[in-house]
C-alpha cells in the first residue's frame, strides 16, 4: 500500500505539472490569437478607409470632367461671340456663359470639400498604417518569443507524459480509473493527507476508526466524504 499510495502522490504531482504547463501553453495560445485579431481589426479599418477613398476619389474625378465640359462650354460661347449679329442673340449667350461660370463655382467649391475630406482620410489611413507596421514589430518579436515558450513547453510535456507512465502503469488497473475519475471530478485533486482526524480534501471529519486504521490497514481508502484517496504521514519516533 505504501508503494502505491506514493505511486498515486507522485503522479498527482506530475499531473498538476502537467495541467499547469497546459494552462500556460493555453494562455500562450490565447495571447497570440489576441495579437492576430488585433492586426485583423486595424487591417478592417483600413481596408475601409481604402474603400471610402476610392469613392470619393471616382466622384473627384466625375466632378472634374464635369469642370471641364463647362470651361469648353464657356471657351465655345467666348469663341462664337464675335459672330454674334443681333444684340438678344449675344445677350443670350452672355447669360450662358455666365450660368456655366457658376456652375463651375459650384463645381469647385465641391471638389474643395471632396479634396479636404480625402485629404483627412488618407491622414486617418496614415495612422492606422503605421499602428500597424508596430503591431507588426511587435507582433513579430512576441510571436517568435511564444514560438520558442511552446516549443519548450511541447518538450516538457513530452518528457512529462513517458515519466507519468512510470507512476501510473505499476497501479492496478481498477485503481488507475479511480484516480482518474476523481482528478475530474474533484478539481484535480485525488489523493488527500488525512491529518488529525480530518479529510484535507473536503475538510470534513473522518470517522475515528476509519483514520486510525489508516496507519495499520494496507488497503487503499477513500474519504467517506469526497472518495478521495487517503494517505496518512506517520510521525517520526
Ligand atoms: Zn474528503
Given at each position: 500500500m505504501h508503494e502505491q499510495i506514493e505511486l498515486l502522490k507522485a503522479l498527482q504531482e506530475l499531473d498538476h505539472e502537467l495541467n499547469s504547463i497546459r494552462q500556460q501553453r493555453r494562455e500562450l495560445e490565447k495571447e497570440q490569437a489576441e495579437l492576430n485579431s488585433e492586426k485583423e481589426r486595424i487591417q478592417i479599418m483600413v481596408d475601409g478607409l481604402d474603400e471610402e477613398i476610392d469613392k470619393l476619389q471616382s466622384q473627384q474625378a466625375e466632378l472634374q470632367q464635369g469642370l471641364a465640359q463647362e470651361e469648353s462650354n464657356i471657351q465655345r460661347s467666348e469663341e462664337r461671340l464675335p459672330e454674334i449679329k443681333t444684340q438678344k442673340e449675344y445677350l443670350a449667350v452672355l447669360k450662358e456663359i455666365d450660368s456655366a461660370k457658376k456652375v463651375i463655382k459650384d463645381l469647385q467649391t465641391q471638389l474643395e470639400g471632396l479634396t479636404a475630406q480625402i485629404a483627412d482620410l488618407n491622414a486617418e489611413k496614415d495612422e492606422k498604417l503605421k499602428q500597424m507596421e508596430e503591431l507588426q514589430e511587435r507582433f513579430e518579436s512576441r510571436n517568435a518569443e511564444i514560438a520558442e515558450a511552446l516549443k519548450a513547453f511541447d518538450q516538457a510535456l513530452e518528457a512529462k507524459a513517458s515519466q507519468r507512465s512510470t507512476h501510473?502503469?505499476?497501479?492496478?488497473k481498477q485503481l488507475q480509473k479511480r484516480y482518474t475519475l476523481l482528478m475530474e471530478r474533484r478539481d484535480g485533486v485525488a489523493v488527500v493527507e488525512a491529518r488529525d482526524g480530518n479529510c484535507t480534501g473536503c475538510h470534513m471529519h473522518l470517522p475515528p476508526q476509519l483514520f486510525n486504521s489508516l496507519f495499520l490497514n494496507p488497503k487503499i481508502q477513500s474519504c467517506p466524504h469526497c472518495n478521495r484517496l487517503l494517505y496518512v504521514i506517520e510521525s517520526e519516533g
Open positions: 501510473i502503469d505499476p497501479l492496478p
